[in-house]
């Protein structure tokens, strides 16, 4: 027993190993036993029931008030608790384990010699979890040793994996709050940086339209040539500033969700064609070929937000002119897909099919042949504020906001945007968008073949693969044999070889230009009588005689209009277009409109590109107008300068056009105000109503056309323009009607319009009003060149015999006298009478128009 004693000292705790010290082999959990208990044999006996088992501590203590502190210590993986001891009850110590937090939870099992089932139910009751009576068998022992450490510590495991599973699901929760707050700080500071942004540009663009329209005034002043010099570099930089921020505003308006998308119907032909004048200019100076090509599949009217669709393409378009150097830009719609549902036998009056209109995804390309784009660099395009590299924007300038809009516009027309490019090979930007296809129409007539057409053999003459393809798919279209060369040798030797019934000759042709193969081709029997079309994106000056020269008189504009095309070549052969109603043909535009009718101009429209195409067509008739905004900029801009016409847009933020009209109304006198013209993208009935109602005086649909606009000017500028100078009608007699115009000539016109249902007279008398001014100030620009001034008065006098304009015939047969006899003091009494007798004719022709 004292051998026992000293080898085993009391509240000791002792690791036993085996002799040999052997490593423990890896088990899958570890076993450690605390053993309490008061005799040294039962200790040395389990000791030793245990020894070989590698795998398992064994701890004693003999003294009952130790265990607890001990087991806290060692956190053994079970406890064999005796049941008898000196001092303490092995229960209460049982008791006290469970109680406490370290061990509260480590399995017990209570050794007795005891086998009364009584105090085996008080041990469980008070947390044993297993009673073996002493002294055990060791394979038993060891085995519920084994079972109770290993459910022990599977226990603690999971217990670890729940705490860690728990923090982690804490953890989450709060670094989701912590996000979901960044979040929200982040939306609010962006919206606040949008709201901040279009203040900020707003606020910017009111002193800035003050400097573009003092500008303006200083340039209607007395100025030398170095001040007007100055002022126009002032002005232009202005202009530019405003592009700027008007992107900065469009974008932000777009980023806090402020730009709400309008529906309506319109002509996608139409659309393209308005974003195309707008870079025509740029486009001819740069020598760039454009072209458009829209699918025939897809329908003339479309139900989508026009401005924003000419938005996108007038950022792409003017991106590929601005990165392309030679080559073309070209544009093209195929349909990406649609909801076509076929109709189903037996329902082929379905009024709910055809009220039900069809969702088309439109499928738009630009394609340059520029600079390109570095495959690495493609990421940045749709970002905000990022440009290819610093250098592009040193050399082109730019925003690079350009790109980013279009972005946000497509994915708010339910499209995407995406670029296909690579350094020095040209540019792709496409991009898709959702529309609806209105109220079926029937195809237009340059859809259809057309019978006076059919067989005739047409030769084009044009290096452009592009405006090849457009050209011979439509005469095929219209039952024509087409024939393409690319350069001028081969249009002459294909001359010779065989009859052809019409030319479209390309005015710039590698090696001879158009011009020239005209005149060669004049000289040969095979193309004497041949008509010619010309084909250019520059327009010819009006007094370039060059064409009519080389007996060329029709004229085809680039980018290629189908319906213009049909139009010029029925023209050039002499056939009878037959249509439905007027081909539109290339808007005539006359630049002299504004010498004409002198007049002060506001146009007011909160959209940069509307802003755009209203100041282009305007310019084109001569005009240079101001711009304002919305409302409120309005009435400042009539506090610093008398107009004569507002071009006035109805929905804008600040101040909307209705208002604004009632307020310049309360604030001017009939006679001091200037006309107010609404100019409004809601074709909905009672609109013009409310218009009118809101006191404007007229009112005209978005988009504009330029003819409408014309019409417009006429009708209610000439009483604004006159007042300027009135004297010279007051002084004047009126000639009569009988003087003025051959009524016979009027009547066969009559008979003939109502005879194919066109309205050939409003036609003439449109073509006589926008021509003849022009024809004119290019007689007035003459009077050095006679024979040049004889050519003009000619084709003057050949315009108005169509519409019997006989006094006017009668005083350009005499201009045309004396300009081939070179003795021209006569004429500027002649011209003279010459203004004087196409007012009044004007006067007269005008009603005719609308009989
Ligand atoms: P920016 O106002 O600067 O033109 P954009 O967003 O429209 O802004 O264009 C961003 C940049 O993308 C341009 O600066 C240019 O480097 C590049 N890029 C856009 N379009 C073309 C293109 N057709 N060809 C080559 N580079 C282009």
Not at 39 to 67: G, K, P, W
Not at 137 to 148: P, T, V
Not at 627 to 645: R, T
């Amino acid at each position: 027993m004292n051998d026992l004693a000293t080898m085993l000292e009391p509240h000791a705790h002792i690791l036993l190993k085996p002799e040999d010290d052997r490593t423990p082999q890896l088990a899958d959990y570890h076993v450690m036993v605390l053993l309490v208990d008061d005799q040294a044999m039962v200790c040395e006996a389990v000791r030793r029931a245990l020894i070989n088992q590698t795998d398992i501590d064994f701890h004693y203590c003999s003294d009952a008030r130790e265990a607890l502190s001990l087991a806290n210590q060692l956190r053994p993986t079970v406890i064999l608790q005796d049941l008898v001891m000196p001092g303490i009850d092995g229960l209460t110590l049982v008791g006290q384990f469970r109680a406490n937090a370290a061990t509260k939870d480590i399995p017990i099992i209570v050794l007795s010699t005891n086998e009364n089932p009584q105090v085996k139910g008080q041990a469980f009751a008070m947390g044993a979890n297993d009673y073996l009576v002493k002294l055990p068998d060791k394979i038993e022992l060891i085995a519920r040793i084994r079972y109770h450490s290993k459910a022990y510590l599977n226990q603690l495991q999971r217990d670890a994996a729940y705490r860690a599973l728990r923090e982690s699901q804490q953890q989450l929760i709060e670094s989701n709050s912590t996000l979901v707050a960044l979040n929200q700080r982040l939306e609010e500071t962006t919206l606040a940086k949008s709201e901040f942004l279009a203040n900020m540009s707003h606020e910017i663009r009111t002193p800035m339209n003050g400097v573009i329209g003092m500008t303006a005034l200083l340039l209607d002043t007395e100025l030398t040539d170095e001040q007007r010099e100055y002022v126009e570099a002032t002005r232009s930089s202005a202009d530019a500033l405003l592009t700027i921020i008007n992107d900065i505003l469009d974008f932000s308006k777009i980023e806090s969700g402020k730009l709400e998308l309008e529906n309506h119907p319109f002509e996608l032909h139409a659309c393209i064609e308005e974003a195309l004048d707008l870079l025509a200019p740029k486009a001819a100076e740069k020598k760039l070929d454009l072209a458009y090509i829209v699918d025939d599949a897809i329908p003339k009217i479309l139900v989508s937000d026009v401005t924003r669709l000419r938005q996108i393409l007038v950022n792409l378009i003017g991106n590929a002119v601005k990165f392309t150097h030679n080559g073309e830009v070209v544009i093209e719609v195929t349909p990406a897909a649609h909801g076509a549902r076929t109709i189903e036998p037996g329902h082929e009056h379905d009024t709910d099919f055809i009220r039900h209109p069809e969702q088309w995804l439109l499928h738009f390309s630009v394609r340059d042949t520029g600079i390109g784009i570095p495959l690495e660099k493609q990421s940045r395009l749709f970002k905000s504020f990022q440009q290819v590299d610093a250098s592009t924007t040193r050399h082109y300038g730019g925003t690079g906001l350009g790109l980013a809009i279009c972005k946000r516009l497509t994915e708010l027309l339910s499209g995407k945007i995406w670029v296909d490019s690579a350094a020095g090979q040209g540019s792709t930007f496409h991009f898709t968008a959702l529309a609806k296809s209105a109220a079926t129409t029937a195809p237009p007539n340059w859809q259809t073949p057309q019978p006076q057409l059919a067989d005739k053999r047409l030769l084009v003459v044009e290096d452009n693969e592009t405006n090849r393809r457009i050209i011979r798919h439509r005469a095929e279209q219209w039952g024509m044999q087409v024939e393409c060369v690319t350069n001028s040798r081969d249009a002459l030797a294909r001359l010779e070889a065989s009859p052809l019934d019409a030319a479209i000759l390309d005015l710039q042709l590698p090696g001879m230009d158009g011009l020239a193969l005209a005149d060669q081709i004049r000289k040969r029997p095979a193309g004497r009588y041949l008509p010619l079309l010309l084909l250019s994106s520059v327009r010819l000056r009006s007094d370039d005689t060059r064409p009519f020269l080389s007996g060329i008189s029709v004229f085809v504009h680039k980018p290629i209009r189908s319906a213009q095309l049909l139009d010029a070549l029925c023209r050039a052969m002499n056939v009878q277009l037959q249509r439905e109603k007027k081909a539109p043909s290339a808007p005539a535009l006359d630049a002299t409109f504004a010498k004409r009718l002198p007049l002060r101009l506001l146009l007011v429209d909160d959209n940069l590109i509307n802003q755009k195409v209203g100041l282009s067509v305007l310019q084109k008739l001569g005009y240079r107008a101001d711009v304002a905004n919305n409302g409120l900029e309005v009435l400042q801009a009539l506090e610093q300068k008398a107009y004569d016409i507002i071009f006035l847009d109805v929905q804008m933020p600040e101040m909307d056009g209705l208002e604004a009209t009632r307020r310049i109304r309360e604030r001017w006198p009939v006679e001091k105000r200037p006309c107010i013209i609404a100019m409004t993208g809601n074709a909905l009935l009672g609109d013009r109503e409310k218009c009118l109602a809101a006191g404007m005086d007229d009112y005209i649909s978005k988009p504009v056309r330029i003819a409408e606009l014309q019409n417009a000017l006429e009708r209610w500028g000439p009483p604004r323009a006159r007042k300027t100078d009135t004297s010279f009608f007051s002084r004047t007699a009126a000639l009569s009607r009988e003087s003025l115009l051959d009524e016979s000539i009027l009547a066969e016109l009559r008979e003939m319009s109502s005879s194919d249902g066109v309205n050939i007279v409003r036609e003439l008398v449109d073509l006589f009003l926008e021509g003849a001014p022009q024809r004119i100030a290019q007689i007035n620009e003459s009077l050095a060149d006679p024979p040049k001034l004889a050519f003009q008065a000619h084709a003057l006098k050949s315009m108005s015999l169509n519409l019997g304009a006989k006094r006017i015939v009668e005083i350009c047969q005499q201009l045309e006298e004396l300009g081939r006899t070179g003795n021209v003091a006569g004429v500027p009494e002649l011209l003279r009478e010459l203004d004087l007798a196409l007012n009044q004719t004007r006067v007269h022709l005008l009603p005719l128009r609308d009989e």
